[in-house]
């Protein structure tokens, strides 16, 4: 299977480009330099003919700057998602889209579904949706892939914020009334290779752990890895905070599709965080992941 991976300097392209070179496939790793998601004429030319699988990890994914460069982040979620599902259906390649939990509204008390109609609280949720709505548009092999939470060794992630915030304070205040799932970049890797090799019906995916916690639930969980007392993580609520962009106060997504074809969703986020932190946590190292 020949792979090519866009966006694959960020936090997830690093760990996907490691996972997929272990099954042995031929791997095509492009970021900007290479590629320009948002011009079709780059897309054109860098996504060469006579490739299986297009992953596109490629995004604007800082959520508060997003309120107010819409603009900037709609021509890389959207246009971009748009150029490659385009470039894709010419090619003949699968094309694998990322896309966000930030996608649904967040009032229910209930795990997303696959199914539920979008309607994104923010402009960054705004811009994935319509990636989402542009690869469904434009070619008719695609999977999208929804995740949530990430985290990975390769990028900035909350984990490695609150370990350092830890450093310098006796307590973190975080709050409880945002409730999704953390994932491991690791792990949304692996199932993106299992649903590439299973050949799933083309389709929307949950690619997050299992379970559900909030962001002070995680922190606590954090907070043990490194052999802090969790009780140092103190509650409070998105109200005590004054950020741009409004966030889901539930985005756990449920797995119902990946069970349907066989595929088993990754697991529970608190056993994946206790198996992942001594990675995540440890100093970057990305030349030796990309060499
Ligand atoms: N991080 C999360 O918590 C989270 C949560 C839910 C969903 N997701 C989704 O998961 C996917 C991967 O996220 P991530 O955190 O791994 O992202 P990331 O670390 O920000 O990586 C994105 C990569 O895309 C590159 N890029 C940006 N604009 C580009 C363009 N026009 N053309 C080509 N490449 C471009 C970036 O380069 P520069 O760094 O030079 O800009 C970066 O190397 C994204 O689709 C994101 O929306 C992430």
Known sequence: MKWTIVGAKGMLGTDLITRVKREGYEITALDLGDIDITDAASVQGALTPGQDIVVNCAAFTAVDPAEENEGTAFRVNATGAANLARRCAQT??????????????????????????????SAYGRTKAAGEWAVQTYTKDYLIVRTAWLYGRFGNCFPKTMVRLAQSHDTLKVVTDEVGQPTWTVDLADLIVRLAQAKAPTGIYHGTSCGKTSWNGFTKEIMKAVGKDPSMVLETTAAAFDRPAKRPSFSALAHGELRKIGIEPIGDWRERWHAAADTVLVPEDPASARA
Do not use: H, K, M
Request: aromatic content about 14%; proline content about 10%; hydrophobic content about 30%.
């Open 92 to 121: 003949g390649a699968r094309l694998i889209q990322v896309s966000t939990d930030y996608v649904f509204r967040g009032d229910g008390t209930t795990p997303w579904n696959e199914y539920d109609a979008p309607d994104p609280l």
